[in-house]
């Protein structure tokens, strides 16, 4: 004859059929979006809160704890996972309270791990025993998600045994192989192995991280290594290895972190940031080659799509990103955006010899810059130069790479652009006497100065452009209107009225005085050298002078002036004029410079070898 | 709620075809005045059309200000939602419009046909809605998500005759199918080239976010946080605007938009996303180059409720100067470039708010108040400002100070302003009463500026005044009629209530007889051959008010008992006398039959009411009211009830005999034994007589004579001489038929003297005869051990019907009852016991009880005795309860 369900096997049913359905969508829920996840999430919470609280609404029986325990995880675990933490813990201490042999044992100890380490003991070694743990993992991975590490750290003996005595399974065996054939177990929404697994490597991680960044490295290193063979997910496993790769740099170990972060990349093919550290190391050592291709790499991984992480059945619920929040471990794992590292790939591209390659980097990355696009865009990292300062570098390149009529566009676009905004005059102020005015104001003039040295720039490259072609005429009247929108300029010194600066006033590299005589020297140097080239030998040589005085370090305006004074038949002076440009050591490296400011590789050149050849015609005597 | 504002505005647009386009002037409102003005108005003259209630015409209204003339043109009407959400309209594919007054559906309208043309229905409210570039889709933001319409979905809906079908034809119904993307509370929308950017409000930040508009692939989402908690109450949707270097859309000058926007976003020609927020920010994205920040241009402090760019610096290339933002309280903030491109100016000023919407042209600010329209003229060119370099001037100026007046109220919202043909400027806007109105404002004289009027359209000028000041002069004699009918109402209202307050004091406690009531006379009378009985009421009016048009005297007729009708329903009548006006001491007779002769369900309970509807005090206005239910104050007069005895047919001795005894041979011997027979038989029958039945009502003959009601009988047939005491029996027989009892009076016609006699012969509604005799006998009483004697009247029924017998027995025993109640007191000595009778009765009671009981016991088990024989043993207890009746003293 058919009997009628007691109360406590259709509340099983209901649980299971809940947890079935969940599962059935998570089978087919790849192509689910986030939003609908989550709604799908919240549906469920509420559905197996509902069920709680129909279950709690009766007096704890022991015949129902296990069961009741069940749907208290299930509900916990869907909290979790919507990360309301804070509902979750006092679900947890709410039930457990309402164990019966935790009723026995009188008041509660409000100290989480007391309480907890009381709530063990109470059950002792009753089949409510494993109920209890499951639920002290999730407040393992509740105290892990909120960072309490300390805590963790506390009850590290107790989270060990649950570990052990659950992964052994000595329960779970009988269960499990009857799960889903009998009805009469209450099933969990996740698989509990599982859960415990990931909460064990992720504590590794979260703890790693921390230690890492404390500075406690070889510590570090210990638990990561241990962690790193574990059965866990690629990407975590991949994190200890990167982790470990952290600790090893830090350690001063350079080629065991490459080891390493290479591993890490072998796990998992998506971990860029192993990548993008062994890129720094190799920056760091200055192994170019390797630099740019890591960058290549780094740009290549970023830009493909996402890769929807294929985590295994049964972690959708709680993915380890919920876990691992730590601040030192997301700033560890940070990387810059795809378009900040193609800018390092195309300017390292051309100042290391691969100009072809670097000016197709630095066109991808105008063009990215210019859809709407913005795919691999994120906040956060080192943001990107300004768009007229990516301009002008490059159209820089594109005048390395011969190729004149490109750069110059470049340049009209920034002229046109920026041209009407320039303000009338301009004070230079050393950045103390900033300090005076509000910071407003000071930031609208320095605004003002950027947007007249970038015009003076592309001023200049175009002035360079039309050398490089030849059009002499062409080029001086650029020249000039670099050189005449140069000098209304004027610095001034504490205590000092304003002032047409000159070189001896440029303190540090890379200040905007330092560009601004830069830019006037080689403006200078090039007007100079379009004299010389259409005869005008006095004009051009009042500018090389001018040139020179702005910017001694310059070489070309150095050695056309000798040459200059030369055809004046001022040998000795071009003598002298030369030496002193060749022995001249420049006090920082070019390279550091933005590309637009470094001498042009393209106009008319002279031969050092000829010169010298010239010298000891002149004065055999010298030289010999 | 929409259904039902939809479903008439489909029967208003089919009256209202007819005349689109060119609105047509109704007859009713071409007065003289108009007619006298009319060749001074030009055809691009400013129309106002409104909508009298219950009926959609168009008529011909001329709005005057100092400044200028509008023309208001009512196109079609949605109803208002009254709900939380803003309203808006847009206008999309080419002139179509399309707009929603905060419900979930939107209503695409054209202006070309004239008509609805497609509604789109939500699941929720529709908070915004673009077109796609290429008008081939809409993306409407609802609640749940933004969904993806295509055009040519519409188009065929659109093709359907409005006409045909159901009026819900055209509504589209956006199903999930059509969703693009799930976003929860998406507030507004803005497409921006293939970028499709939705705006929502989260727990604590405002989220723009991007999508790519090809494949709906979220690209990025902008987080603001909010500067000030979410306010409860109104949701204000906030606004997303979208300003372009250099083409397409709306262009800003050049030299603003690097001021304002950077270098970066103008060396990208991006497009910038204007973005105001209810706190009062606003905020700036450009969308190129990828990944700039979110910037905020400036704060309003307070909500911001427009943002758009105006101004023409060079007509040419068609390029804003300024770009303008409004706040709900009405400050404006104009941001240019000042000092020949140095830097962005930002003059704030203040208008009189609240400013609901607004929109702008080229020179003018165009915001409602909600209560008008005004115009505030942007100043033309940079203002000139020397002196120390403030980047926000917070001096106002005068051109921000003197909005002026365009005198059209309840604009809700407005939509972008275009120019017509003749070069008006021309605005779409949305009432608070969900009108779709096109605004026509005059020509702006580009020369004079705009307060003063060319010298050279003088007479023209003077014309248009003249007209103006006609139109004014109607409108105001509609606001005189206006008023004074709503004085009229309340007057009436007030009588109503006074009536109310009179009526209802007499309901509490204690009857008293109420100032207003019925009275009622029951006669017999004869139509279409038939016999039927037929009631007069007097509604009688003795209080000191008017009972005015919108009253309605209401009967209903019950019958007290009766044979349930077909469904369980009570066969009572309902019968409505709807009446203009009843002075004080007026009196109100409406007739209405009772019964048919045959139906016999006496008594019947007559309840009068007065019933009061506010539909007919408003009149006409209760219509224009949207679900206004027909409400009504209903006050209960009195209950009639009209008994047997009422319709008792009274006919004359002989006359009344023939029927009965035409069988029988008329013998005063033999009706006598009859009598006898019966009166000690108890119904026994007579072979080849029909069975009679009868009952009978003692009344003691001294208490009877003490009765004041029968007293005053008497006196009345004594013609006010005080007589020695007569036959008791008889005067009781007389005021038993005649008197006025529950406010009924019986009025029979013939005979008069047939009354006078102790043997009355009559017959009942079913036609059967009756008997009624008075006597006066003696009842022997033991009382105290020795006999008595008491004088009493007897009152004998005597029928062939029982339900006749029972029913007048009935009347009889109600009637001497009330006449009793309304005797004095009798003194206490007086009273005597009826001893021996009472234990004789209450033995026979007893007797008969246990008879009840066995007939019903056998009834309910259905066996032992037939029907039949159940109804027979029933009666004879029925008569045997009747007869020997005890005597009421």
Redesign the interface.
């Known amino acids: 004859m058919h009997q009628p369900l007691s109360l406590s096997d259709k509340w099983i049913q209901e649980n299971n059929a809940l947890v079935n359905k969940w599962e059935e969508q998570e089978g087919g829920g790849d192509t689910l979006?986030r939003?609908?996840n989550h709604?799908r999430l919240i549906w469920c919470s509420s559905e197996f809160h509902k069920l709680l609280r129909k279950i709690q609404g009766i007096p704890p029986i022991a015949d129902h704890t296990q069961l009741e325990l069940t749907v208290v995880f299930n509900a916990c675990l869907c909290l979790i996972a919507q990360s309301q933490f804070l509902e979750a813990e006092s679900l947890l201490t709410q039930a457990t309270e309402r164990v019966p042999q935790m009723t026995e044992d009188g008041p509660f100890a409000s100290d989480p791990p007391v309480f907890w380490k009381i709530a063990l003991k109470s059950v002792g070694n009753t089949a409510l025993n494993p109920c209890v743990m499951y639920l002290l993992c999730l407040q393992w991975a509740i105290w892990l998600a909120t960072c309490k590490l300390q805590t963790i750290q506390e009850l590290q003996n107790e989270l060990l045994s649950v570990f052990e005595t659950l992964s052994s399974g000595v329960w779970d065996e009988e269960r499990s192989a009857s799960r889903r054939m009998s009805s009469d177990i209450p099933l969990p929404v996740m698989d509990q192995r599982r859960l415990i697994e990931l909460l064990q490597i992720c504590t590794f991680i979260a703890q790693g991280a921390e230690r890492l960044s404390e500075g406690r490295s070889s510590e570090a290193l210990a638990g990561l290594q241990s962690a790193s063979s574990l059965p866990a997910p690629r990407t975590l496993i991949s994190y200890t290895h990167f982790l470990s790769g952290s600790c090893l740099a830090h350690m001063n170990r350079p080629q065991m972190a490459l080891q390493c972060y290479r591993m890490a990349l072998e796990t998992d093919s998506q971990c860029v940031c192993a990548l993008y550290q062994s890129m720094l190391i190799y920056r760091q050592h200055g192994n170019t080659q390797a630099e740019i291709q890591a960058l290549r790499l780094l740009h290549s991984t970023l830009m493909l799509p996402s890769a929807t992480e294929a985590s295994p059945a049964g972690t959708h619920l709680l993915p380890s990103s919920l876990l691992l929040q730590s601040q030192s471990l997301s700033s560890l794992l940070s990387v810059p955006?795809a378009?900040s590292v193609l800018h390092s790939l195309a300017l390292k591209c051309v100042l290391h010899e691969r100009v072809a390659e670097g000016v197709e980097y630095y066109l991808d990355l105008l063009a990215?810059?210019?859809?709407?696009?913005?795919?691999g865009?994120?906040?956060g990292g080192p943001?990107?130069p300004?768009?007229?300062e990516l301009?002008l570098q490059a159209g820089a390149a594109l005048l390395m790479a011969r190729r004149p009529a490109d750069c110059m566009a470049l340049c009209d676009?920034?002229i046109t652009?920026?041209l009407?905004?320039l303000?009338?005059k301009v004070v230079l102020k050393e950045p103390e006497e900033c300090e005076g005015e509000t910071r407003?104001a000071c930031a609208?003039v320095e605004d003002g100065v950027w947007?007249l040295l970038?015009v003076g720039a592309a001023y200049l490259l175009q002035g360079h452009c039309h050398t490089h072609l030849r059009d002499w005429e062409q080029a001086v009247t650029t020249y000039t209107r670099c050189i005449n929108l140069l000098v209304k300029v004027r610095f001034k010194k504490r205590g000092c009225q304003p002032q047409i600066p000159s070189a001896d006033m440029v303190g540090m590299q890379g200040t905007n005085l330092c560009i601004l005589q830069r830019l006037k020297g080689l403006s200078l140097a090039g007007r100079g050298i379009s004299f010389t080239q259409t005869d005008q030998l006095r004009e051009g040589l009042r500018d090389l002078q001018l040139s020179i005085q702005a910017l001694p370090e310059g070489k070309c305006a150095g050695l056309w002036c000798g040459e200059v004074l030369w055809r004046l038949g001022r040998k000795r002076e071009a003598v002298a004029c030369w030496e002193k440009t060749w022995s001249f050591t420049p006090h920082f490296s070019v390279q550091s410079l933005s590309l637009y400011l470094q001498e042009p590789q393209s106009g008319p050149l002279l031969d050092s070898t000829e010169l010298r050849c010239r010298i000891e015609e002149l004065c055999p005597t010298l030289s010999g | 709620m929409g259904n039902v504002v939809l479903g008439s505005y489909w029967s208003k647009l089919r009256r209202a075809e007819f005349c689109d386009g060119v609105p047509t002037t109704h007859p009713l409102s071409t007065t003289g005045l108009k007619r006298r003005f009319r060749p001074t108005i030009s055809h691009s003259e400013l129309r106002h059309v409104c909508r009298p209630a219950r009926q959609f015409f168009f008529f011909v209204f001329v709005v005057s200000a100092m400044e200028g003339r509008c023309a208001v043109e009512t196109w079609a009407e949605f109803g208002s939602s009254g709900t939380a959400c803003t309203p808006w309209l847009k206008v999309g594919f080419g002139t179509d419009v399309l707009l929603c007054t905060g419900v979930d559906e939107v209503y695409v309208y054209s202006p070309r046909e004239g008509k609805l043309t497609a509604v789109i229905e939500g699941p929720g409210p529709v908070t915004d809605l673009v077109e796609s570039p290429d008008q081939q889709c809409l993306y409407v933001a609802c609640a749940s998500g933004v969904y993806r319409v295509s055009s040519r979905l519409l188009g065929s809906r659109a093709g359907r005759s409005p006409a045909d079908a159901s009026p819900r034809a055209g509504a589209l119904k956006l199903s999930p199918e059509s969703l693009a993307f799930a976003e929860e509370g998406v507030l507004s929308l803005l497409l921006v080239g293939s970028v499709l950017l939705t705006l929502c409000q989260r727990d604590s930040s405002w989220i723009l976010t991007l999508y790519r508009s090809s494949d709906l692939e979220r690209l990025r989402s902008v987080r603001v946080p909010l500067a000030v908690p979410s306010e409860t109450g109104r949701r204000r949707r906030p606004l997303l605007t979208c300003v372009q270097p250099s083409a397409g859309g709306v262009r800003l000058e050049p030299i603003l938009f690097k001021l304002l926007f950077g270098i970066d976003a103008a060396l990208a020609k991006s497009p910038v996303v204007l973005c105001g927020l209810p706190d009062g920010r606003l905020c700036f994205l450009p969308l190129r180059p990828a990944g700039s920040r979110l910037g905020v241009l400036h704060s309003l402090e307070q909500p911001v409720v427009f943002v758009g760019a105006s101004g023409v610096a060079d007509a040419g290339r068609g390029l804003a100067r300024c770009l303008v933002a409004v706040g709900e309280q009405g400050r404006v903030v104009l941001i240019e470039s000042e000092g020949g491109g140095d830097r962005a100016a930002f003059v704030e000023g203040c208008v009189p708010g609240p400013v609901r919407c607004g929109c702008v042209d080229k020179k003018r600010l165009y915001y409602s108040t909600g209560s008008d329209l005004l115009a505030l003229h942007l100043p033309e060119g940079s203002p000139e400002r020397e002196g120390p370099s403030v980047e926000k001037s917070r001096v106002t100026p005068a051109a921000l100070r003197s909005p002026s007046s365009l005198n059209v109220c309840r604009v809700l919202a407005l939509a972008e302003p275009t120019c017509n043909a003749a070069g008006q400027v021309e605005l779409l806007g949305l009432s608070a009463r969900g009108q779709l109105q096109r605004i026509t404002l005059p020509v702006d004289s580009e020369d004079a500026g705009w307060p003063k009027a060319p010298s050279t359209r003088g007479g023209r000028s003077v014309g248009d005044l003249l007209s103006a000041i006609g139109d004014v002069g109607e409108r105001a004699a509609v606001l005189k009629a206006n008023v004074k009918s709503k004085n009229q109402i309340l007057r009436r209202l007030n009588q109503v209530l006074n009536i109310s307050f009179l009526l209802a004091a007499g309901t509490d406690g204690e009857e008293r007889e109420k100032p207003i009531g019925c009275r009622a006379t029951a006669s017999w009378s004869r139509l279409l051959e038939e016999d039927s009985l037929t009631l007069t009421c007097v509604l009688d009016n003795s209080s000191p008010y008017v009972l005015e048009r919108g009253w309605t005297l209401s009967v209903a007729a019950s019958p007290l008992s009766g044979p349930p009708a077909a469904g369980g329903q009570s066969s009572s009548a309902h019968f409505s006398f709807p009446f203009h006006s009843l002075h004080p001491g007026e009196t109100l007779e409406v007739s209405l039959p009772l019964a048919a002769a045959g139906e016999s369900c006496f008594p019947v309970t007559v309840s009068c009411s007065l019933i009061f509807s506010l539909a007919g005090l408003l009149g006409e206005e209760a219509a224009v009211l949207p679900g206004l239910q027909p409400a009504c104050v209903s006050l209960p007069l009195n209950t009639l009830t009209v008994d047997w005895l009422h319709a008792l047919r009274v006919t004359s001795p002989a006359h009344g005999k023939a029927p009965s005894q035409s069988s029988n041979t008329s013998d005063a011997v033999q009706a006598f034994l009859r009598l006898r027979r019966l009166s000690c038989g108890g119904g026994a029958e007579v072979a080849g007589e029909r069975e009679r039945h009868a009952a009978s009502v003692r009344v003691s003959a001294a208490s009877l004579r003490d009765a004041p009601a029968l007293r005053g009988c008497e006196a009345d047939a004594q013609g006010g001489v005080r007589s020695p005491p007569r036959n008791v029996g008889l005067s009781l027989m007389e005021w038993l038929l005649s008197e006025a009892l529950g406010g009924v009076t019986a009025v029979r016609r013939g005979d008069r003297s047939a009354l006078r006699c102790s043997v009355v012969h009559g017959r009942d509604p079913s036609g059967h005869p009756v008997k009624l005799t008075a006597s006066e006998v003696d009842v022997a009483e033991q009382a105290g051990g020795r006999e008595e004697t008491l004088t009493a009247v007897e009152v004998r029924v005597e029928s062939s019907s029982v339900a006749a017998v029972c029913g007048l027995h009935h009347a009889v025993l109600t009637r001497v009852q009330a006449a009793l109640q309304t005797a004095p007191g009798r003194a206490a000595p007086e009273k005597r016991t009826q001893g021996s009778g009472l234990r004789k009765a209450l033995h026979r009671a007893e007797r008969l009880l246990q008879q009840i009981q066995q007939s019903r016991i056998s009834g309910a088990v259905g066996v032992g005795v037939s029907t039949g024989q159940a109804c027979q043993s029933l009666l004879s207890v029925y008569q045997e309860l009747r007869e020997n009746p005890l005597l009421v003293i």
């Open positions: 979006t939003n609908q709604t955006s378009l990215a810059l210019h859809t709407e696009d913005q795919h865009v994120h906040a943001s990107l300004k768009l007229p301009y676009e920034i652009t920026t009407e905004l303000p009338k407003a609208e947007m970038w």
